[in-house]
């Protein structure tokens, strides 16, 4: 912004120069009554803007805010009802697309769950279908083993286990 007013005083400084170098070859006493006229008018808008010095921070390139207020805010290019209803039309289907598509990656994930757990079942089932049973009908037994033996029993109703054989 300081730049900016700089420049224009700099142009405006130029533009007087100029009109007087025009005066002196045309030897009107008019145009010298124009000359002085325009002088002052332009020394009076130089006057008005401001010209800045180097700030005290020493950061020049710091231009003169201005208050958001003051600023000329521009409404833009209306478009047509038409263009209007189309894009909205085109919204609504990429909307109704996107929820497709993550109603879908939903329901995939939801499918991968529920065979994950069906398969975890059926290798559950499969393992015990598999295992090797020993029944200890003399519990002695039990007393005498040692602890890490111990770890390994399970209680288990094998008589389920007999009637689904046969």
Known sequence: MASDSNNEVLSIISNIKKSQEANHKTDNPEAEENKVMLKDEQIEQAKTTEIRGKPKSGR??????????????????RQDFQKKTALRLELKRTKELSKQVIEQLKNKEIERKERRKQNIIKAEENKRKAEVVQVITN????????????????KRDTNKEIEANK
């Open 139 to 154: 519990t002695a037994k039990l007393k005498r083993m040692k602890k890490k033996q111990l770890r390994f029993i399970q």
């Open 60 to 77: 020049f390139w710091k231009s003169k805010k201005e208050r958001f207020s003051s600023i000329n805010k521009t409404k833009g290019l």
